[in-house]
């Protein structure tokens, strides 16, 4: 590296490449810690121009909620959100079941569900009351070269061209991350093979509060609880079928959508729009490398089974500005080691719990069948097993942020 910069470290603003949910949130957190931050977003700053502001229902966890309203996002998200007070997991043609229910857990809600687009309104207006944020949207990073402690990202906006120097440097670009690609970070990939439908229905039945998960042969299959008796539909095909189901029409649709589901809700009706998304499990090998690391699905991506892909992604962005809060030296060395040592039980266990989900609940294997009702039946019915259940499912694992903790029950 050569000296191109006699700047104190800590007086040179943190660079954020990615504008998405987790990279917003990453944004908002420092500036409330009274860091100085840069974000660098291909999308322009409007809701319907960021893909990841989409039609997702996005089923957030109770720490997750803790965490938006310890930055000030829950605030302009809460009107919109549909609490979760029961969930229920079972899978087709096995007995057995796993319900968690709120009261039973000494809490208001297990979770919360949202539309990603009212989310991402919500962090466009926090983002709006932001200070000690520098936003470049639409921009590009063109280059990134290392210097005397830190990078020089070249940044191409609509306008101009402008040049930063970073003591730490954030990838926060999604799967398909140019920042873990130019660090050198490999990643460990895997196809799932299925594609993921979303979209609303309605249900014959009031949803009073419930999520349902229902694991099967070609994948889980969700309904998530909105406002206005309408529900969130998580419908997961094989990647083969996908093309298929994209050119049903709503009645082939919501009829393939009751198959898979059952009746618990009665007759559903009225199909949304319908967004496919393909699945796969992307892994960085490392978190971090000189004066860079990364952070949501740069970091990690997983698969959408038990919705944990913003939560993990948030938790990394929290615990990140929690430890650069006051750090004389926001990319040093030692700090980006303690940083991945201590986001490693949480991404670990988070990233084992989806991937052996699918690999388990979904494969359609008869000697299985018995051990995995059994195992429902336990979580379902053993309160230490359920409480840890439960605790996980609302986020509460390894080493949480601080920001997470201050409704923990």
Not at 132 to 159: C, F, H, K, M, Y
Not at 225 to 244: I, S
Not at 306 to 333: C, K, V, Y
Request: glycine content about 8%.
């Amino acid at each position: 590296m050569t000296n191109s910069s006699s700047q104190p470290a800590a007086t040179r603003p943190v660079l954020i490449v990615g504008g998405g949910l987790v990279g917003a949130s990453l944004a908002i957190a420092l500036d409330a810690a009274g860091i100085d931050a840069v974000m660098v977003e291909a999308a322009a700053p409007r809701i319907g121009d960021q893909p990841s502001y989409d039609e997702r229902n996005l089923a957030l966890a109770r720490a997750t909620v803790n965490g938006l309203t310890a930055i000030g996002v829950w605030k302009h998200a809460a009107a919109q959100a549909t609490p979760i007070h029961h969930i229920h997991v079972t899978r087709a043609g096995e007995f057995g079941s796993v319900q968690m229910d709120a009261a039973r857990q000494g809490v208001d809600a297990l979770g919360w569900t949202l539309p990603a687009r009212e989310l991402g309104a919500a962090l466009l207006r926090r983002l709006d009351e932001c200070t000690r944020l520098r936003r470049l949207a639409p921009a590009r990073v063109e280059s990134l070269e290392p210097v005397a402690d830190g990078w020089r990202a070249r940044i191409q906006t609509r306008d101009e061209v402008v040049e930063i120097e970073t003591p730490l440097l954030v990838g926060a670009d999604g799967t398909a991350s140019f920042v873990r690609e130019r660090l050198g970070i490999e990643a460990d990939r895997h196809d799932y093979r299925q594609t993921l439908f979303v979209c609303t229905v309605t249900p014959e039945r009031d949803h009073a509060q419930r999520a349902y998960e229902r694991f099967a042969d070609h994948g889980p299959i969700a309904l998530l609880p909105l406002a206005n008796r309408r529900c969130g539909l998580v419908l997961t095909v094989p990647q083969a079928e996908a093309k298929a189901v994209e050119a049903m029409d709503d009645e082939a649709f919501i009829a393939l959508a009751q198959e898979r589901f059952g009746w618990r809700l009665g007759r559903l009706s009225r199909p949304g729009k319908r967004h496919p998304y393909a699945i796969q499990r992307v892994a960085a090998r490392s978190l971090v490398s000189t004066r860079a690391v990364l952070v949501g699905n740069a970091a990690q991506t997983v698969h959408p089974i038990g919705a944990q892909g913003f939560n993990l992604g948030l938790r990394d962005a929290l615990t990140l500005a929690e430890m650069l809060t006051d750090a004389p030296d926001p990319g040093s060395d030692d700090l980006l080691a303690n940083y991945a040592a201590r986001r490693a039980p949480d991404r670990d266990g988070t990233m084992a719990m989806s991937h052996g989900l699918v690999q388990l609940a979904c494969l359609p294997q008869p000697l299985l069948a018995p051990l995995r009702s059994l195992a429902m039946l336990a979580f379902d019915r053993l309160p230490p097993l359920q409480r840890l259940l439960a605790r996980r499912g609302m986020g509460f694992r390894g080493e949480p942020p601080k920001a997470v903790l201050e409704r923990l029950p």
